[in-house]
Nanobody
Framework: HVQLVESGVGVVQAGGSLILSCAAS????????LGWFRQAPGKEREFVAA????????YYADSLKGRFTISRDNAKNTVYLQMNSLKPEDTAVYYC???????????????????WGQGTQVTVSS
């Protein structure tokens, strides 16, 4: 079992930057694909980014490429999401998630992920 806890400053102005962290405990962190999702009010939870075990491969939602960067530090059991040039439409609850079994074509699907954090609110003011 893996426990995931997200953290990060919650409010930022449009055009600003924010970094989210997700600390993991429990089973071997390095054995999991890690991902970030987000859910805005009234909308479905959507894929943001994912990173493979070694960190050598990353995946992004097309609409977020170039603005968001996912990284991981297996020694610290932590995955990060750097968000730049933030827009009001980036306002959402952000969740980190972990998946044990995966394939490149499946990383975008929330049903793939076995464990989820509780989420952290990000609000981008205009």
């Amino acid at each position: 079992h893996v426990q995931l806890v997200e953290s990060g400053v919650g409010v930022v102005q449009a055009g600003g930057s924010l970094i989210l962290s997700c600390a993991a405990s429990g089973r071997t962190f390095s054995g999991y694909l890690l991902g970030w999702f987000r859910q805005a009010p009234g909308k479905e939870r959507e894929f943001v980014a994912a990173i493979t075990l070694s960190g050598s491969s990353t995946y992004y939602a097309d609409s977020l490429k170039g603005r968001f960067t996912i990284s991981r530090d297996n020694a610290k059991n932590t995955v990060y999401l750097q968000m730049n040039s933030l827009k009001p439409e980036d306002t959402a609850v952000y969740y980190c998630a972990a998946a044990l079994g995966w394939a490149p074509s499946t990383v975008f699907h929330r049903t793939l992920y076995d464990y989820w954090g509780q989420g952290t609110q990000v609000t981008v003011s205009s």
